[in-house]
């Protein structure tokens, strides 16, 4: 192999950065709602993140739009009691930072059954509408609703709705690392690096530890990053790894896997995306994992850190100003482990075994992601 091989595959990777169409880390669509029962009636506080209304095709800086917000709200939902549509009444948005939330009301005859969905369901493919139950009985939920399932039964008695439960977390849980695709692309670059099951188990193990801690915490509300910050990070994560991937072997690849990520940091602190510590940390982890391979475990724990405050964000947003109880947190949590699982060994097995995936372009394809998704973050 020529010496300058290494050279020509960075240079490569890093061209395939501009040429990247951007992607959106967890690409799925997701809204929130959460419904409290009072007798006939169920009162709605809907919460739609800002970046929703651009992938809908509605602008948020329109005058006009927290009218078209609250009628949008009022004509997506349908309240039903068994015998006829519940009325829908008057409804109101406004804007909480970057969010728009609407509040709207609905009236039935008798009690309130049935409630079903359209909203932004036919404006955005894909979008996800998480929603939940509050009643004398406590909170119920979380239900996912989508175009495939749009309809969630109440019950007449609101008893019968299951409580959120570890189940249902669990299953959220796996669904959001499934659709997390910064999250998938740094454990491909994690197992194409791992000479061994059992050294690519240290890795996988070092990330769990790390995204286990950040999730409890952010869920809580005992630490809350700036989004900006833990999402570039993530990316740069990536951008790392992958750029060691694509080195392997190269005598030099500790200084240039250095000076790329220095470079990126660099302009992560000039867009104001990472504090110069941050950046700084990440310079020094990126040359102390090819100076000492024990730090493998160490790194990836760390890296995971910000992968964990990722991980809760949907937590975050789907119970804002509420505590998760310990079960489903727990739940959700073993459910992205077995997510991880769900991906990594599959792709292990088939790594090992498909001389097509030995070869430079996959790596060189997660420092295209990483590095796109760095630029398009601070942008």
């Known amino acids: 192999m020529r010496a300058d091989a290494p050279h020509l595959r960075l240079a490569g990777a890093v061209l395939l950065c501009a040429l990247a169409l951007p992607a959106a880390a967890h690409n799925r669509s997701v809204s929130y709602s959460t419904w409290t029962v009072d007798g006939t009636s169920l009162q709605a506080e809907v919460r739609i993140p800002g970046v929703e209304l651009n992938r809908a095709g509605l602008h948020p800086q329109d005058p006009q739009i927290l009218d078209d917000l609250a009628a949008r709200v009022r004509s997506g939902f349908t309240v039903h009691d068994g015998n006829a549509a519940c009325a829908a009444e008057a409804a109101s948005a406004r804007r909480n930072g970057v969010d728009f939330i609407v509040d709207a009301r609905w009236r039935c005859s008798g009690a309130p059954q049935w409630l079903s969905t359209r909203f932004l369901l036919d404006a955005i493919p894909g979008h996800l509408h998480l929603l939940q139950l509050r009643s004398d009985h406590g909170l119920h939920g979380p239900f996912a609703l989508s175009a495939a399932r749009p309809q969630v039964r109440l019950g007449g008695d609101t008893a019968e709705v299951p409580p959120p439960d570890f189940g249902r977390y669990l299953w959220l849980g796996v669904e959001h690392i499934l659709i997390g695709w910064d999250h998938l692309a740094f454990l491909v670059v994690l197992l194409l690096g791992a000479a061994s099951l059992r050294q690519l188990a240290w890795r996988i193990t070092g990330f769990t530890v790390g995204h286990s801690l950040t999730l409890a915490l952010a869920t809580l509300g005992a630490v809350r990053p700036p989004a900006l910050m833990v999402e570039s990070f993530i990316a740069l994560t990536i951008a790392c790894f992958a ?94 482990e077995i997510g991880q699982l769900l991906f990594v060994l599959p792709l292990w097995w088939l790594a090992r075994r498909s001389p097509a995936m030995q070869r430079p372009w996959l790596p060189a394809l997660m420092l295209a992601l990483g590095c796109g998704w760095f630029f398009e973050r601070i942008a």
């Open 243 to 336: 750029a060691e991937r694509v080195l392997a072997g190269h005598a030099r690849a500790l200084w240039h896997v250095g000076a790329l990520t220095a470079v990126l940091a660099l302009v992560g602190w000039i867009a104001g995306a990472l504090p110069l510590p941050l950046a700084a940390a990440a310079v020094l982890l990126s040359l102390g994992g090819s100076i000492d391979a024990r730090l493998d475990s160490l790194r990836t724990a760390l890296f995971g850190l910000f992968h964990g405050f990722g991980f809760a964000g949907v937590l975050g947003e789907l119970n804002a100003g509420q505590d998760v109880p310990a079960l489903p947190l727990a739940g959700f949590n073993l459910g992205v």
